[in-house]
T-cell receptor, first 113, second 113 residues
Framework: AQSVTQLGSHVSVSEGALVLLRCNYS??????LFWYVQYPNQGLQLLLK??????LVKGINGFEAEFKKSETSFHLTKPSAHMSDAAEYFC???????????FGSGTRLQVQP | NAGVTQTPKFRVLKTGQSMTLLCAQD?????MYWYRQDPGMGLRLIHY???????AKGEVPDGYNVSRLKKQNFLLGLESAAPSQTSVYFC????????????FGPGTRLTVL
């Protein structure tokens, strides 16, 4: 069975600082991996996805994530946080060929001025 | 192109009442999903559909029923609402060739008293 662990339910950074949100997964087959962002009172929006092509994936709003098979990780980073990045971030995993996503419990990012 | 829409946006029910949540998508997607989101638990899959006239159970299906009579619509029903079903409900859709990328609606906030 697949599972996703997001370390840290809350992360606080200063504006301009590095953002690092951690995601570890377990899957019996090479997975597809996703990061979604949820702004207050909105639905989820896709940030980026890994589908077995390049291991470093670039997404929207300056975010990127690196797939590391040896560490079963897919951490999300952004070099310089902006106030507008404050939101909740979800990591998700899917087995290729299956249609259901398994989500982590989410990490709420706060950006301090 | 509205994407994925959900109605209603908010609803308050009394225990034992019934209601139906409607999800509509205009992207001609084959797959549709219903999730519930609870604090600290991420999103959990309730039911999903891989095509018109077909449905399947997800991780937390008890107390819910679904129907997909038309390709563009996916209905979620609560026959006898319970306080444990207080949650935010999200609908999502994806295409067959979309590498599992799911597109989410804005959500329905349901409170059961």
């Amino acid at each position: 069975a697949q599972s996703v662990t997001q370390l840290g339910s809350h992360v606080s950074v200063s504006e301009g600082a590095l953002v690092l949100l951690r995601c570890n997964y377990s899957s019996s087959v090479p997975p597809y991996l996703f990061w979604y962002v949820q702004y207050p009172n909105q639905g989820l929006q896709l940030l980026l996805k890994y589908t077995s092509a390049a291991t470093l994936v670039k997404g929207i709003n300056g975010f990127e994530a690196e797939f590391k098979k040896s560490e079963t990780s897919f951490h999300l980073t952004k070099p310089s946080a902006h106030m507008s990045d404050a939101a909740e971030y979800f990591c998700a995993v899917s087995d290729p060929g299956k249609r259901a996503l398994t989500f982590g419990s989410g990490t709420r990012l706060q950006v301090q001025p | 192109n509205a994407g994925v829409t959900q109605t209603p946006k908010f609803r308050v029910l009394k225990t034992g009442q019934s209601m139906t949540l409607l999800c509509a998508q205009d992207m001609n997607h084959e797959y549709m999903y219903w999730y519930r989101q609870d604090p600290g638990m991420g999103l959990r899959l309730i039911h999903y559909s891989v095509g018109e006239g077909t449905t399947a159970k997800g991780e937390v299906p008890d107390g819910y029923n679904v129907s997909r009579l038309k390709k563009q619509n996916f209905l979620l029903g609560l026959e006898s609402a319970a306080p444990s079903q207080t949650s935010v409900y999200f609908c999502a859709s994806s295409s067959v060739r979309g590498a599992d990328t799911q597109y989410f609606g804005p959500g329905t906030r349901l409170t059961v008293l």
